[in-house]
């Protein structure tokens, strides 16, 4: 299991915060920025952040199973502000990403209601039949323990989350 990196995102993703948010603020939804899109916030637009992902993997070289922990992690934090954040309102979603040395990052801005998806994440109870289980929270279990790191921050009102897959010759 990959540990959980619960702290603030570094200065240099502030600075790409503001950069995203001012590139984002102007476009139209479903626009492809220089570096990332912005997307309605709906499930019809979940295959654009799935192929985003994927090309940043790629020009990352991250392995095929990093590459999968990360599109894993992304499509879950996605589908989670588009059916918990919005709620079925309309709304966009800022995604914007990164290859570094060390690592390949891909950033959500949302206006959605502040959630930090971390709040009440727990291991599922293995010993309970999973028809009584409790629904809800094991994707997001799922998605930031498949990562290396995960950083949450409330912005000026915006939810912003960063995944983050370090770059390893093994994967």
């Keep these: 299991m990959m540990a959980i990196d619960s702290g603030a995102a570094s200065a240099e993703h502030t600075a790409g915060q503001e950069r995203c948010k001012a590139r984002c603020a102007g476009q139209p939804l479903a626009a492809k920025a220089a570096s990332g899109l912005r997307i309605p916030a709906d499930l019809d637009s979940l295959d654009l952040v799935a ?3 994927l090309e940043l993997g790629r020009q990352g070289r991250l392995s095929d199973s990093q590459t999968y922990r990360l599109r894993l992690a992304a499509d879950e934090l996605a589908t989670n502000i588009v ?3 919005y709620r079925g309102a309309s709304g966009g979603i800022c995604v914007d990403g990164g290859v570094e040395a060390d690592r390949v990052w891909v950033r959500f801005h949302d206006d959605a209601p502040a959630f930090d998806p971390r709040t009440g994440m ?4 293995l010993e309970v039949p999973l028809g009584e289980r409790s629904v809800g929270g ?3 279990f799922l998605a930031l323990t498949a990562v290396d790191s995960f950083d949450y921050e409330l912005v000026a009102g915006r939810n912003v989350s960063i995944l983050a ?5 093994h994967g």
């Design 51 to 53: 192929r985003f992902v």
């Design 83 to 85: 059916m918990h954040g």
């Design 122 to 125: 727990k291991a599922p109870d």
């Design 138 to 140: 094991l994707g997001v």
């Design 165 to 169: 897959i370090h770059r390893s010759e």
